[in-house]
């Protein structure tokens, strides 16, 4: 829906002072040159010269699909955070562990952690303990438990 942000935000029905533009780095474009790719289509789509909030979409790519892992795609985003194109960055469907390691060796803060939690899934109060600890934000996805509806059509959910 990104190039629906952005023909609105050209025709001046949407404002961009009036909302955050949060867009992910999806799994295909994992890597050095496939970062630099989805970061550079999606401020071209949304017609923006800076990310509000960048989100690497999931620690995992299935090859031949990308050309590389996040931690190539992080310093590729950390590129941009220093040259005011991200504002803000996160992480999404990592483990505890995953991002306690990219902390370990990231060069920019991390402030938000977004994760699948809903009234049936709540296996992630460790990460928002330690979200809370180290002042990140923890965003939840599908908070009213919408992922239930593919359980049994083949999905598993993370």
Known sequence: NEHIIGALLADGILQRDAFMVTTKLYAQDQGYAGAHHGLDDSLRALNVNHIDIYLVHHPHCDQPLCDGSWKTSWRVIEDYYFANKIKYVGVSNFDINQWHELLDW???????VQNWFDPFHQNDRNVIRECRH???????YSLLGT??????????GN
């Open 106 to 112: 990231t060069r920019i803060p991390i402030a938000v």
């Open 134 to 140: 180290l002042s990140i934000v923890f965003q939840a």
């Open 147 to 156: 992922q239930w509806k593919y359980v049994g059509n083949g999905y598993r």
